[in-house]
């Protein structure tokens, strides 16, 4: 079998505060934890956390492509996965922060744009401890699934899967009703590890000895 060095692939991670993995005091939330096993897996990664707290789609929409295409030059093996809306669906000063419809808008420019250039992938935005919030983000989501759809970019629902899970909920709840600490992350990474669309950015490879 024709042995191979390590495929180098450069990733920018972009969102909110769970792409930043605020609350976890390793310091990796999830998109570090799977940017540590692919590294396991045989493939040199060069790893971008661009996710910035309390930051609305809006506000990624107008830094998304200065900050991608800075750390990603053509000559690289460059890709990128969103995950944000959680701080769309805040009530501030009575007001949600970002109207659903802008959401919407938002995610398809973002995404519509993004594909053009690189290989995307989706994540949905995550749980938190307040149910009223819960029933927008899981609404939100359902919507991003669909315009993902239309769109051709791979979508993953971590939501319902966190919404459902006692370690995410549990964690978040006893930390600041948002995020979660390490068990969380962790919780998190082993979704976004077992989806089909990340699996098959990192097959299996055969290295030099």
């Known amino acids: ?9 450069r990733i920018c991670f972009l969102g909110e505060s769970f792409v930043n993995g605020t609350g976890d005091p390793e310091c990796l939330g999830w998109t570090g934890r799977i940017c540590v096993n692919a590294n396991k897996k045989g493939y040199d990664i060069t790893y971008y ?3 910035v707290r309390r930051e609305t789609s809006t506000e990624l929409k107008n830094r998304w492509f200065r900050e991608v295409s800075y750390r990603l030059p053509k000559e690289y093996d460059g890709r990128l996965v969103f995950s944000f809306g959680v701080n769309d669906t805040t009530i501030e000063n009575g007001e949600i922060r970002v109207n659903f419809t802008e959401s919407i808008g938002n995610i398809r420019s973002i995404l519509g744009e993004a594909k053009q250039l690189y290989p995307v992938l989706m994540v949905s935005p995550a749980a938190c401890g307040d149910r009223e919030q819960n029933q927008r983000i899981a609404n939100l989501s359902q919507e991003f699934a669909v315009l993902c759809h239309q769109l051709n970019v791979p979508y993953l629902d971590v939501f319902s ?12 709840k006893n930390n600041d009703d948002y995020h979660p600490r390490s068990a969380g992350y962790q919780e ?4 976004v590890e077992s989806w089909d669309a990340w699996l098959n950015w990192f097959p299996p490879v055969m290295l030099d000895k």
């Open 1 to 9: 079998m024709l042995l191979q060095k390590s495929p180098q692939v």
């Open 161 to 172: 899967r966190l919404e459902k899970s006692n370690i995410w909920m549990d964690e978040v």
């Open 188 to 191: 998190f990474a082993q979704i």
């Open 49 to 51: 956390n661009l996710g």
